[in-house]
């Protein structure tokens, strides 16, 4: 049966990098993050309270470390490696087995503070433990692509590299020192018996543009020499790189144009970060803990506003509903890659793994869904939801991994998918999207944005399937829209996969696609790396000219189905449009290719194109 964990802290979502401490050079400002509510552990807990943190803690500084030397040396897609993968799980399996020992009696447990307190259970330490680094492994995904992206040059530049270094070693710095020095004041409070939340004393948070420090002085001072000595750091190293005009080629801190964007995006997120994975560490509020035999649906449906619950690894063949707001629904065992999974149950009828309709403020955490017939996560009409370190393994049966439909203010981060017959990754009818972090192979589409607006996509990585990304408009949802996206900094190199589609527009796409563009409208295409891609790197097409080459396949087009107003640059595209009989229609292979049924103005200017070059480029229209 599922066991209900008690209150401790309230651990607030936040969508962008927020939240650092106050800094005496005073030059960032952060959005709010007020802090978790952390009360200290009983004498009985103190020692399972301590290493639980301690080695969560050193979990967090060795995957940093390992994964970002393993990107900085050999590029995405090698990483991470079977070193680096030994490294982590060394960490892993040394963090377990302390925590495990510190835990092991009720006595310990039950000394805890919040969530992990009560009840008591066999193999309760190892769970702990489980869910812990899981949790934590979710939020170093995100800060590994904050601190070091991809890590992919498009150019020589000796300022730019070290600017790059310095971002990713100085970020890393601030996440680990920063959970360091918080879980230093929390510890002694607890030793001390300070009674009430001690968040206060020793974490402190923004409200309103304002920082307030925490009252224990020394942890006050030393939280802000944290944030100090990254932001002369960055100054220091990253200055040429502004001056030189390289600042958006870092992968790192995507978005980032000036010194100010640097310094808040080293310090924001990390410390942000720290903040949540304390209170990961010293407990948890309104959570409900759910184990291989017991009903997702039953916790589901008993669950209030804002709780969390939390899933121990195993295989769950169940298919569930969410219908409560503000859930984060939360697997466990991530860290070492045995996030729980989810089937279809023997004769089961059901298509789709988890279902949320007309649910807002939801966060889908580390959880994995394989060979479901439909869709293995799917949400619609929803506001506000987040899914993060979602896994999604379609098993060339599965039609979409992860759909977010006709929702809007959505995040997709840290993500993978393979295996699915249309788009691993899809976003569509959606409004205000963030798609960042992520990796899809061997689909049919990696990364699908179609239908939607203002959709920020960077920062991914796609390979390995018959088109990379994908976006564009159709004729058949309600919403007529694709436009004002801005989509930079992904890499999408050898999508040369054979097309295994089982119907719709997908079975349109060239083997050999990086990235494809349809009937798109005022979106910013920019520093992306796009290789490799045996038909074509870049398609910048339209409806009407896809059914003239390729057939019937938009009928009826879209009222608008022009492509106008978009801007191709600084792009790196080379190495693409090398073999025409990977499907491509004869004599139309290159690395990019501007081919419009209805002539509307584009730009396509300052992009690096390898010896197949481009085809149609004489159309393009630049301000």
């Not at 990098?17 to 802090?35: E, F, K, M």
């Not at 943190?53 to 040396?73: D, N, S, W």
């Not at 879980?183 to 004393?201: E, H, N, R, S, V």
């Not at 020394?218 to 000595?229: N, V, W, Y």
Request: overall charge negative; hydrophobic content about 40%; some cysteine.
């Amino acid at each position: 049966m599922h066991r209900p964990l008690s209150v401790a802290i309230n651990t607030a979502f936040i969508l962008l990098s927020t939240s650092l401490p106050a800094s005496s050079n005073g030059a960032i400002v952060c959005d709010d993050s007020p802090a978790p509510t952390i009360e200290a552990a009983a004498s009985a807990g103190l020692k399972c309270q301590k290493t639980i943190a301690k080695e969560a803690q050193k979990f967090v500084k060795a995957r940093l470390a390992a994964e970002t030397a393993c990107i900085e040396a050999s590029g995405p897609i090698a990483c991470p490696d079977g070193t680096t993968n030994t490294t982590i799980q060394e960490a892993v399996a040394t963090a377990q087995a302390k925590i495990a020992a510190a835990c092991a009696s009720n006595e310990a447990q039950g000394g805890l503070s919040g969530a992990y307190g009560t009840p008591t259970f066999e193999g309760a330490a190892s769970t702990i433990a489980s869910c812990v680094l899981g949790q934590h492994n979710a939020r170093v995904s995100i800060l590994v692509g904050n601190n070091v992206g991809l890590a992919t040059p498009l150019s020589v530049s000796k300022n730019r590299d070290t600017c790059s270094k310095t971002i990713a070693k100085s970020g890393n710095k601030v996440a680990v020192d920063t959970a360091k020095t918080i879980a230093k004041c929390l510890d002694t409070q607890a030793k001390l018996g300070t009674a009430g939340d001690l968040a206060p004393i020793c974490i402190g948070g923004w409200v309103s543009g304002v920082f307030t420090a925490p009252s224990d002085l020394k942890t006050a001072e030393a939280l802000a020499k944290i944030s100090d000595k990254a932001e002369d750091a960055v100054v220091k190293s990253c200055t040429a790189a502004v001056t030189d005009g390289v600042v958006d080629e870092i992968f790192a801190c995507s978005g980032a144009t000036n010194i100010a964007d640097l310094e808040a995006c080293v310090v924001c997120p990390n410390f942000n970060g720290a903040v949540e994975m304390i209170g990961q560490e010293y407990g948890e509020s309104a959570v409900t803990l759910i184990e291989p035999g017991d009903s997702l649906q039953a916790a589901l449906d008993a669950a209030s506003v804002g709780d969390k619950i939390l899933i121990a690894s195993g295989t769950y063949n169940e298919a569930t509903l969410v219908g409560t707001a503000g859930l984060s629904i939360v697997g466990c065992g991530g860290a070492s890659d045995d996030r729980p999974v989810f089937r279809p149950a023997e004769g089961s009828t059901d298509v789709d793994g988890m279902r949320a309709v007309g649910i807002d403020g939801l966060t889908f955490q580390s959880l994995e869904f394989a060979g479901w017939d439909e869709n293995g996560i799917f949400s619609q009409n929803s506001d506000n939801v987040v899914y993060r370190d979602i896994v999604g393994t379609g098993e060339h049966n599965s039609v979409y991994a992860i759909y977010p439909v006709q929702s809007s203010n959505v995040l997709v981060e840290g993500c993978t998918s393979e295996g699915v017959v249309d788009a691993g990754i899809y976003v569509g009818q959606d409004e205000d999207i963030v798609v960042r972090y992520n990796r899809a192979w061997d689909n049919v589409a990696g990364i699908e944005v179609e239908n939607s607006a203002r959709a920020s996509v960077y920062n991914n990585l796609a390979y390995d399937n018959t088109g990379g990304l994908l976006v564009f408009k159709l004729p058949g949802p309600a919403l007529q829209i694709s436009l004002d996206h801005d989509v930079f900094h992904n890499v999408l190199n050898n999508n040369n996969t054979a097309n295994f589609c089982e119907a719709g527009a997908v079975c349109a796409i060239p083997q050999g696609t990086g990235l494809m563009v349809i009937s798109t409208d005022t979106t910013d295409f920019h520093h992306n790396v796009v290789q490799g891609n045996n038909s074509f790197g870049i398609a910048i097409l339209d409806q009407r000219i896809i059914n003239a080459v390729a057939g019937p396949t938009f009928v009826p087009e879209s009222v608008d189905q022009s492509t106008s107003g978009n801007t191709f640059r600084d792009n790196l595209v080379t190495g693409n449009g090398l073999d025409t009989d990977t499907g491509a229609t004869a004599g139309l292979a290159a690395d990019i290719i501007y081919l419009l049924g209805q002539l509307a103005p584009n730009c396509i200017r300052n992009n690096v194109l390898g010896s197949v070059g481009g085809i149609g480029l004489v159309n393009s229209i630049c301000p």
